[in-house]
C-alpha cells in the first residue's frame, strides 16, 4: 500500500496521455524537468524533490542526457529578418533591366564582400542563378516560402528553445548547410533530465485511474471548530442537585411564580407589617387576580388571621393577603404543597425561580434559584435535619460543614449551615433551615412534624465554577458557555 | 440586618473571660461576625433579638452560655412618683410609656451603644418609628410632672444640635429627620412633650430638644417611648430596661396618666384610676414537656439538664418531674409558644454539641412528570448543537416590545423596581434570546442558542421553548428543519405551518405553528429591522413554542 505526498500524486499524472473517448491511457511520456513544472503548476523545487521521492519509491526513471540545442547567431538572425543573402540577390537582378557581370553586380547589389560571395554561391547551388557569358542571369525566382533553408532558420528564431534532436533528418541536413554559414547557427549542449515512468509507476497510475485512494493528507492540520450543544451552566448545578435529591428519597414539585401574599406570607406566619413584605424588597405585581375567598377555604384564611392577632397583636387585613407577588422563597411551593395534600408522611423538594427587589450587584440578583426541601414525618427531629443536611453536601462533594442557629419567622428552631470549600480554603455560608413553627402547621392541617431547608443554587454553581460575580451566570457569553467543560 | 460593633476590651470585661473563647461561642448565640479589626468585631444579629442591640445585651447571653452568670438578669424596679399626663394625643399617637435610670455613669462609648440601639429598636420593632419612638433624655435638666399633649404647627422650641429654635412646621420641612417621617404624622395637631416648667423635652417621632441632650456627664435618665402600639412600647421599653441596668443605672417607674376620658383603647391598659405604671418587667411562665423538648431535639436530656440550658439563656426554670417550668425575662420579646423555649434549650444545649443523625426516610424520589417533559426537550436540542441560556422572566419594556417593533398589550408590570431591567414579566422567550446573540457578536458564527422557561400572561405562566440561529445564511428553511426535528423527537407528531404576519418576523417568511389544528408557536426569519435594533449583523431565524401546551397532546 503505497501513499503518496499530494506532491508526487500531481507530478506522476502529468506522465501519461489519457484518451477520453476510448477511456484509456494512450501514451507513457519522458518528460523533462521543465516540462513537468509547466504540467503540474509545481516550482522547479518542489518537482526536483517530488522526483527525488519517485526515484527513491521506484516509480520513475530518471536519466540525465546530454542534448544539443541550436539558436540562431547573428547573422542568421538578420537573415530571418532581412532574408537570406541569395534571396536579396534575385530580388536585386529581378530590378534589373538586363544581366549584369559579376564584378559590376557586386556594386549595384546591397551585399557586402563575403555576403555577396555566399549569396552567388548559394543561389547557383539552389539553382536560381547561373552565370552565362559571365554574366549572372537568372533561373528562376526566389520564393521565401519554398525555401526550406529559410524555413528552419525561421523556425530556430521562433522557438525559445530548439532542440536538435527534434529535427528529422531532412531538416538536420538543412541544417548543417546553414551551419556552414558563418555566425548562422549556434549550437550548444545542455544537460537534461529527462524522467519516465518506471513499470511499477505505470502500474499505479493505472490504479489511480481507476480511482485507488493513495493520497495522504496531513494529519496534524487543525480542522474547523465546532462547538457541542450543551445544557446552561446553571441548569447543569440545578441537574445535579436534582440527580442528588432523587437519588435521596426525595419527590421533585413544582409551582407557580406568581402567587398571594397570603401563601408567600401570611401562611408562613410573616406578620403583615414585617419589613421583608415591604415594596423595597418584595416584587408587587401591578395586576390583580381573582379575590382570594374564591381559591382558599375561609376556615384556612380564618385560622391564618387568628394565629397572627393572637401571636402578632394586630389587625389582619385580608387585602394585604390578596395582594399579588413575585414569589421570594420556593417555601410558597412546598407549603402550599402540604396544605393541598397534608401528608402523614412525605419527602419532598422544589427548584424553582424567586424574586426579590434588589438592586443587583456582584453578589445579589433580583431574580435567582432557590432550593427548598421538607420532609414531613412523626418521628424527625432537628438532628435528622442536620443529618439530611449532611448526607446532602457530602453527595456534592462537601465533605466538612457546621451547623449553627439562626432566624427565620416560620420555623423553629432555626440553623443555618457552614460548608468549607477546599479551594476557596474557606467557609461559605449556604443553607438555611428549621422545624416548621406549630403555628404554621395547624392552621393547613398537618399534625406531623415538618423539617425544611434551602437556599441559593448560584452560590453553589459560583463555587463549582470558580466565579466571583453571580451575573456571570446569567450572561450568557458564549465564549463561556462553549469554553466551560462539563468535567469540573 | 442590624449590626453592633463590639470592642474587644470591653466585651472582655463585660463578659468576664478572653476574647478567643468569647470568638469561638459568637456564632453559637446566632450572631454573624461580619467584620473584624484589632480593635473590634461587627456582628449582623436577627430582628427577633433586639435586646442584642448593644455589646451589655450580647454580653449578657454570652455569659450565660459560658456558664459566667446563669438565670434571670436581676431588674428591680422602683416606684417613683413622676408622672406623664397624656391628653388629645388618642388621635394621631396615643401611647407613651418610660422610665427613669438613675445614678449611672457612661462613657463615651456607652452613649454610642445606646444610640445604636435605639436607631435598631426604631427600625425593627418600632417600624421606622411609625409604631413605636424613643426618647432618652438627662433627667436632670427638666422637672416633672410632664405633659403628653398635642400642638400647632407654629409650635417652636430648640430642636437637639440646633442653636435657636424652630417651629414645627420649619422642622418637617427643613431638617433630614423631618423630612423622612413626616408622613407618621397626618395631622394638624402635633405630639410634643413638656415638662413642668414648658420646656419641650421631645416632639415625637421626629426629634428631641437639645435642651435634654444625653452627655457623659448625664447621670439620670429619662426614657419615653410613644407610640401607636403598645406592644410595642413595652418592648422596647424593657430591652431598654434591662440594657440601662446592665449599665449600671438603678431603673423607677413612672406613672402614665390619661386625662383625655375619650377613646376605648385606653380601657384595655389602664388600671381603674386611669392609669398605668410602667415600665412592665413581669417575666411569663411557660409550662414545656420533656418529652417534647427531646423529640424536636433528637436527644435524651433529664429535666435537671433541661433546667441548666435554660438558665444558660437567662431564663429561670425548675422541674416537677418531667414537667419543666420556665420563668421568661420580658425583654424576650421572641418567645411566643413552648416551641421557642425548646429553641432555648437548645442554644442552652449548644449547638456545636448536637451531633447529625440521618434518619429513615419513609417516602421515595421521583421526578416530576412536567419537569421531566422539559428535560427530554432539553436533551432533544443540545442532541441538535445547540447551546442553552438563562435568563431572567423579569425584563425591560424596551427589550420586550419596542426593540422587537411589538406593540404591547396587556403588560404585567412590577411596583417600584429597583431596576429598569427588571420592569416587566415576559410573555416571550425571543427578546432576550436575541439580546444573547447581540451580546456575541464577535463570537464565531453559528450560533445556535435555546432556552426553555415561563412565559407569562394574566391567568397562567407557562412553559416555553425557543430556539434562535445565527449566520450568514441562517433561513426560515433552516429554522422549519430544527422545528420539525424538535417536535417529532420530541411528540412523534408532524407540524404544519401556515403563514402569517408579525412585527419581528421578515414580511412573507414567517408561519404560525400549527399541531392538532393548535396554534401553538411562531417561526420565520427575524426582519431586518428588529435585527439593526439589537446590532446582529448576520441573519437570524428562530421559533418559540408553548412547550406545556405541546406536552399536553
Request: aromatic letters at 8%; charged letters at 30%.
Amino acid at each position: 500500500m503505497i501513499t503518496l505526498h499530494d506532491i508526487e500524486y500531481k507530478l506522476l499524472l502529468a506522465f501519461y496521455e489519457f484518451d477520453l473517448l476510448k477511456n484509456e491511457i494512450v501514451t507513457y511520456l519522458t518528460l523533462s524537468l521543465d516540462d513537468l513544472v509547466n504540467r503540474t503548476g509545481l516550482n522547479i523545487d518542489q518537482v526536483r524533490r517530488g522526483i527525488e521521492w519517485l526515484r527513491y519509491k521506484g516509480l520513475v526513471n530518471v536519466k540525465e542526457d546530454e542534448r544539443k540545442i541550436v539558436t540562431l547567431g547573428e547573422a542568421g538572425r538578420r537573415a530571418v529578418i532581412d532574408g537570406l543573402p541569395e534571396e536579396r540577390l534575385c530580388n536585386a537582378l529581378k530590378s534589373l533591366r538586363s544581366p549584369l557581370g559579376v564584378k559590376e553586380l557586386k556594386g549595384v547589389v546591397n551585399l557586402d564582400e563575403d555576403e555577396f560571395n555566399a549569396a552567388i554561391k548559394h543561389a547557383k547551388e539552389k539553382g536560381l542563378v547561373a552565370i552565362h557569358n559571365g554574366k549572372l542571369i537568372r533561373v528562376i525566382d526566389y520564393e521565401r516560402e519554398k525555401d526550406n533553408e529559410y524555413a528552419l532558420l525561421k523556425r530556430v528564431h521562433d522557438s525559445e528553445l530548439l532542440y536538435k534532436d527534434s529535427l528529422n533528418d531532412k531538416e538536420l541536413e538543412v541544417l548543417s548547410h546553414s551551419m556552414k554559414r558563418p555566425r548562422y547557427i549556434i549550437e550548444k549542449s545542455i544537460k537534461q533530465v529527462s524522467v519516465s515512468l518506471t513499470e511499477q509507476g505505470m502500474e499505479l497510475v493505472k490504479q489511480i485511474q481507476s480511482g485507488a485512494r493513495i493520497r495522504s493528507i496531513d494529519v496534524t492540520a487543525p480542522a474547523p471548530i465546532i462547538y457541542a450543544g450543551r445544557r446552561h451552566i446553571l441548569q447543569e448545578v440545578i441537574d445535579e442537585v436534582r440527580e442528588v435529591l432523587i437519588g435521596m428519597g426525595f419527590q421533585e414539585i413544582d409551582g407557580d411564580i406568581v402567587q398571594y401574599s397570603f401563601w408567600n406570607f401570611d401562611v408562613l406566619f410573616t406578620p403583615q407589617d414585617h419589613p421583608a413584605r415591604e415594596m423595597q424588597d418584595t416584587f408587587y405585581l401591578d395586576a390583580t387576580k381573582e379575590d382570594i375567598h374564591k381559591v382558599v377555604s375561609s376556615e384556612l384564611i380564618a385560622d391564618v388571621s387568628k394565629v397572627h392577632e393572637r401571636s402578632w397583636m394586630y389587625r389582619w387585613s385580608i387585602n394585604e393577603a390578596n395582594r399579588l407577588v413575585l414569589r421570594t422563597h420556593t417555601t410558597t411551593v412546598t407549603i402550599r404543597y402540604l396544605a393541598e395534600h397534608k401528608p402523614k408522611e412525605a419527602n419532598v423538594f422544589s427548584i424553582g425561580r424567586v424574586f426579590r427587589n434588589e438592586k443587583v450587584s456582584y453578589k445579589h440578583l433580583a431574580e435567582f434559584h432557590q432550593i427548598e426541601g421538607i420532609v414531613v414525618s412523626d418521628d424527625v427531629s432537628i438532628r435528622d435535619l442536620m443529618g439530611i443536611q449532611q448526607e446532602f453536601y457530602r453527595r456534592l462533594g462537601l465533605d466538612k460543614v457546621r451547623f449553627w442557629p439562626t432566624y427565620f419567622p416560620y420555623t423553629e428552631p432555626s440553623l443555618q449551615s457552614m460548608v468549607y470549600h477546599d479551594r476557596l480554603s474557606r467557609w461559605v455560608e449556604l443553607f438555611g433551615m428549621g422545624i416548621f413553627r406549630p403555628e404554621v402547621t395547624e392552621p393547613i392541617g398537618l399534625k406531623s412534624r415538618v423539617l425544611a431547608w434551602g437556599g441559593g443554587l448560584e452560590r453553589i454553581a459560583m463555587l463549582k465554577y470558580g466565579l466571583d460575580d453571580v451575573r456571570e451566570l446569567y450572561a450568557n457569553r458564549l465564549s463561556m458557555l462553549r469554553g466551560m467543560p462539563l468535567c469540573q | 440586618m442590624p449590626v453592633v460593633t463590639l470592642h474587644k476590651d470591653r466585651l472582655e470585661r463585660l463578659v468576664g473571660r478572653r476574647l478567643d473563647e468569647i470568638k469561638a461561642v459568637l456564632p453559637y448565640i446566632a450572631l454573624d461576625i461580619e467584620d473584624e479589626s484589632y480593635e473590634y468585631i461587627k456582628v449582623e444579629y436577627n430582628p427577633n433579638r433586639p435586646d442584642y442591640s448593644t455589646d451589655y445585651g450580647i454580653a449578657r447571653a454570652l455569659k450565660g452560655l459560658m456558664d459566667v452568670e446563669v438565670g434571670m438578669p436581676k431588674i428591680d424596679v422602683a416606684r417613683s412618683d413622676v408622672r406623664f399626663i397624656v391628653d388629645s394625643t388618642t388621635d394621631v399617637r396615643p401611647y407613651i410609656v418610660g422610665l427613669l435610670a438613675l445614678n449611672g455613669r457612661m462613657d463615651e462609648e456607652d452613649i454610642r451603644q445606646l444610640i445604636s440601639m435605639q436607631e435598631d429598636l426604631h427600625m425593627g420593632i418600632g417600624r421606622r418609628r411609625r409604631k413605636a419612638s424613643i426618647g432618652i433624655h438627662d433627667y436632670d435638666k427638666v422637672k416633672p410632672p410632664f405633659y403628653y399633649t398635642t400642638v400647632d404647627s407654629g409650635y417652636s422650641f430648640v430642636p437637639l444640635n440646633h442653636r435657636s429654635s424652630m417651629s414645627i412646621k420649619d422642622i418637617l420641612s427643613n431638617t433630614d429627620v423631618g423630612r423622612e417621617y413626616a408622613y407618621i404624622l397626618d395631622t394638624k395637631r402635633y405630639p410634643i412633650i413638656r415638662d413642668s416648667r414648658g420646656d419641650v423635652l421631645s416632639f415625637p417621632p421626629i426629634i428631641n430638644a437639645d435642651l435634654t441632650r444625653v452627655s457623659e456627664n448625664s447621670r439620670n435618665l429619662l426614657v419615653e417611648v410613644t407610640a401607636t402600639d403598645l406592644n410595642a412600647a413595652y418592648d422596647i421599653l424593657a430591652v431598654i430596661a434591662v440594657t440601662l441596668c446592665d449599665m449600671g443605672f438603678s431603673i423607677g417607674s413612672v406613672e402614665v396618666r390619661y386625662e383625655n376620658k375619650n377613646g376605648s383603647d385606653y380601657r384595655d391598659h389602664t388600671t381603674a384610676t386611669g392609669s398605668i405604671v410602667t415600665p412592665d418587667m413581669k417575666s411569663r411562665s411557660m409550662s414545656l414537656g420533656l418529652d417534647y423538648v427531646n423529640s424536636i431535639l433528637g436527644l435524651d436530656l433529664d429535666a435537671s439538664t433541661v433546667v441548666n440550658c435554660l438558665k444558660r439563656c437567662r431564663s429561670d426554670a425548675y422541674n416537677h418531674d418531667d414537667k419543666i417550668e420556665c420563668v421568661i425575662p420580658r425583654y424576650r420579646i421572641d418567645i411566643m409558644s413552648a416551641i421557642d423555649v425548646v429553641e432555648d434549650v437548645m442554644i442552652g444545649y449548644n449547638v456545636s454539641r448536637l451531633e447529625p443523625r440521618y434518619p429513615r426516610l419513609k417516602a421515595t424520589g421521583i421526578r416530576d412528570k412536567t419537569l421531566r417533559s422539559l428535560e427530554y426537550a432539553r436533551d432533544i436540542l443540545v442532541g441538535l448543537g445547540m447551546i442553552e441560556v438563562m435568563n431572567f422572566s423579569l425584563v425591560s419594556y424596551d427589550l420586550q416590545y419596542k426593540m422587537m417593533n411589538r406593540a404591547n398589550k396587556g403588560v404585567i408590570r412590577v411596583k417600584e423596581s429597583k431596576s429598569r431591567e427588571h420592569e416587566i414579566l415576559r410573555d416571550m422567550l425571543l427578546p432576550s434570546l436575541l439580546d444573547v446573540l447581540s451580546r456575541n457578536v464577535h463570537e464565531p458564527y453559528p450560533q445556535m442558542l435555546f432556552e426553555i422557561g415561563k412565559v407569562f400572561s394574566y391567568d397562567a405562566e407557562n412553559y416555553n421553548v425557543a430556539c434562535v440561529i445565527a449566520d450568514a445564511e441562517a433561513d426560515y428553511t433552516r429554522a422549519k428543519s430544527y422545528l420539525q426535528a424538535f417536535v417529532r423527537h420530541l411528540l412523534g407528531y408532524d407540524v404544519i405551518t401556515e403563514p402569517m404576519d408579525s412585527p419581528y418576523y421578515e414580511y412573507g417568511r414567517a408561519a404560525d405553528i400549527k399541531l392538532k389544528e393548535k396554534v401553538v408557536g411562531s417561526v420565520g426569519e427575524i426582519s431586518k429591522s428588529v435585527l439593526e435594533n439589537f446590532r446582529i449583523k448576520v441573519r437570524v431565524s428562530a421559533f418559540e413554542l408553548d412547550l406545556s401546551e405541546l406536552l399536553k397532546m
